[in-house]
């Protein structure tokens, strides 16, 4: 978790106390797009840089694109939300975005359900 929302330990706190009234916990979790700012982002938009090669394929980056649909960054268009430009589409068919994904939601143990 982020680290500026507060310790895990309150994370796993509100767990428990959602468990102890006989209630499961929920978690909505965005898995379609990430914001131009995250890290992943910024790194696969470096991907030539060595360090960063391995997240050259988690998101759509092609030579054109749509206006609607793409956006150009350093002579490449990489797929948004419709007329969201800072919402770019993950490409859930890169193994290694998957990965990172499995990792990042084994985390969240004792939630029931992930949407």
Do not use: N, Q
């Given at each position: 978790m982020d680290p500026a929302l507060g310790p895990n330990q309150l994370?796993?706190?509100a767990i428990d106390a959602v468990h102890d009234k006989g209630m499961k916990f929920v978690m909505s979790i965005?898995?379609?797009?990430?914001?131009?700012?995250?890290?992943?982002?910024l790194k696969s938009a470096t991907a030539s840089i060595p360090e960063n090669r391995n997240y050259s394929g988690f998101y759509h980056w092609?030579?054109?694109g749509a206006?609607?649909?793409f956006t150009e960054r350093k002579?490449?268009?990489y797929m948004h939300e419709k007329g969201n430009n800072k919402?770019?589409?993950?490409n859930w068919q890169n193994s290694n975005?998957?990965?990172h994904m499995f990792v990042s939601y084994s985390f969240f143990t004792g939630?029931?359900?992930l949407c």
């Open positions: 994370a796993d706190e965005p898995i379609a797009t990430t914001s131009t700012e995250h890290d992943w982002f092609t030579k054109e206006k609607h649909y002579g490449l268009y919402a770019a589409v993950l975005l998957r990965s939630v029931e359900i």
